[in-house]
């Protein structure tokens, strides 16, 4: 007879959620925030909470690694104080609201996305396709909560990126979608020489203004899908391609394609399937995600290869990054 499997995985699966939910609570509720400035005892700490539960909260936030507790006065750890305050440099707050206002609910709904092949926006909030975006730019709060999270994601992979390919023998890159600008910021100080812009709606670029004055980046309102392309020899695509679906990308690659220069480049950043789609597991959660909440979906490098030869690139390299983004350089000979 087979020895009874561990069951360690399945039950880690099972409540693997709880944890998470653990943390959306705490960040949505201000707990990392109050507690900014130093250690503070439950009862500075409560608001309008029940103290009973919240001091259940908070005791969970300890087994979690998130907060401490010396007696009866709670601390921030350095990942919380650094990740998990509102008004940190680096706060991920935006996407853990987003995650927790929004992706959670679509998440339940993985069934149906499953079985009809389709984004959960109309069943969940009544929206239909493109709410992504329009969800989150309904207002300023939730435009700058929403570019805040984007931006905290994207300082953990810009500098592995920019640095997986000797990008020096361009002179001007144009980050496409750019949003707060965090890969042109990682390009100019990785390549002094380098000019680099933001390209992105109006809206966007205005946001943009608060984490881009006093640098070289150059600020360019537009749409890539609708309006010309500024001129450059280097585009670059964070998180942008796994948004649409094939036809969409097939056309701004090839649009990509005819704005470059001989030489010229594109510079993808996205987290990458292996080629046997076996793995990994955060590219395939991503994937998930990108159902549910998106037209997009995840790609392996041989099928980013596929869609750009097609677009017309000659050149084509993928490199792993050891970080939450993989990138790939595309080369138009």
Partial sequence: MSPTPDPSLVLDLIEAFRRSKTMFAAVSLGIFDRLGGGPLALHDVRQDEDPDTLERLLDACVSLGLLTKDDDRYTNTAVSQTYLRRESPQTLTGYILYSNDVLWDLWAHLEDAVREGSHRWKQVF???GGALFSHFYRTEENKRDFLLGMNGVGLLSSP??????DLSRF?????????TGHLPLEAAKRYPEMEVAIFDLPDVVKFAREFTTGTRVELIAGDFFSDPLPPADLYS???????????KIRALLAKVYEALPAGGGLLIAEKLLDDDLAGPVAAHMQ???MLICTEGRER???QYADLLQDAGFAEVEGKRTGVRLDAVLAIRT
């Fill in 126 to 128: 009544g929206l239909e």
């Fill in 160 to 165: 592995a990126v920019v640095a997986a390919f």
């Fill in 171 to 179: 002179r001007r890159m144009v980050d496409l979608g750019g949003a």
């Fill in 237 to 247: 695509l964070g998180q942008i391609l796994h948004d649409w679906q094939e036809e």
């Fill in 287 to 289: 994937s998930l995600s």
């Fill in 300 to 302: 392996s490098f041989a």
